[in-house]
């Protein structure tokens, strides 16, 4: 994911190795810095639980003091930008 400017988003797609992931860890895990951050201190974030085979969406809002709110849907559906 490029670096963001605050208030703006970005998109990312991600596919992961179902071949390779243990299904009791198929969480998205997130990694996060504001400008400024050292960065061996990063924030963090984890994900919901995904079982296999399934395509999700989901919608991240960081928040100026790093919190982070999140929604997302199983595929088909939609979250609003």
């Given at each position: 994911?490029?670096r963001?400017?605050?208030?703006?988003?970005g998109?990312?797609?991600?596919?992961?190795?179902?071949?390779?992931?243990?299904?009791?860890?198929?969480n998205?895990?997130?990694?996060?810095y504001f400008?400024?951050?050292?960065?061996?201190?990063?924030?963090?974030?984890?994900?919901?639980?995904?079982?296999?085979?399934v395509?999700y969406?989901?919608?991240?809002?960081?928040?100026?003091?790093?919190?982070?709110?999140?929604?997302?849907c199983?595929?088909?559906?939609?979250?609003?930008?």
């Amino acid at each position: 994911m490029p670096r963001l400017e605050p208030g703006r988003s970005g998109r990312a797609r991600l596919i992961p190795g179902v071949a390779v992931v243990i299904p009791e860890e198929r969480n998205l895990h997130m990694f996060y810095y504001f400008e400024g951050q050292p960065r061996d201190k990063p924030l963090s974030w984890f994900g919901p639980h995904v079982p296999l085979n399934v395509s999700y969406r989901i919608a991240i809002n960081i928040h100026p003091d790093g919190r982070v709110e999140s929604s997302y849907c199983i595929k088909p559906c939609s979250l609003s930008d």
